[in-house]
């Protein structure tokens, strides 16, 4: 059970906060933004896997599952899809030998994070075109290509969005409407800077 614990705090929190201060971090610490109430609402998503791992280890997968569906933008059909793909991998590693229960664990918590990420981040993805498409003459496929190459560059712009985004996404869930307010004037701020960097990628 401590390892199934450790498990949630490391993926959760991994490249996303620095634990016990309200810091949400880029791809490195060296970009970063202060958040109030960032470390209480990051807590309330890590208790709700906390509280309901028994669900896990009876492998009551889709049950466990279901209980996601607060988080903004998940609904049934996300669930079912990532329940699929988990009975996939977890068809794939039914014959290896003494299969570690954290590993199962670490890849339901990685299919959640990740589809919960990625679904929002789409929002602020089309955002981003949006405000573009508002200074510049550019289509979508020109937009794209650009922000491939700041994705493909890690640029530090992006990975702190991303992450923004994330927690932004988490503070709706649970509640947190100042904090989630806040997010979106960060938001806004780092959509503004790589819209810049779209429009004149070489200054």
Known sequence: MDQLLEATSNLIEQQFKIPGRDIIIGRTPEVSVKI?????????????????????????????????????GIDENHINEIYQDLELKF?????????????????????????????????????????????????????????????????????????????DTLAESFNYNKVAHTCKIQESKFINRIVNLIISPNN
């Open 36 to 72: 109030s109430k960032s470390g209480q609402i990051v807590k309330k998503f890590k208790d709700l896997f906390n509280s309901n791992l028994h669900l896990f280890i009876e492998g009551k997968y889709l049950q466990f599952l279901n209980l996601f569906k607060k988080i903004k």
């Open 91 to 167: 068809e794939n590693l039914k014959d290896t030998d003494n299969i570690n229960i954290v590993v199962l664990y670490a890849m339901v918590l990685n299919s959640l994070i990740s589809s919960i990420r990625d679904l929002n981040f789409a929002e602020t993805i089309r955002e981003i075109k949006k405000r573009v498409k508002n200074r510049i003459s550019a289509n979508e496929t020109q937009i794209q290509k650009e922000l491939d190459k700041l994705f493909m560059m890690n640029d530090g712009n992006v990975s702190i969005l991303y992450n923004i985004s994330y927690l």
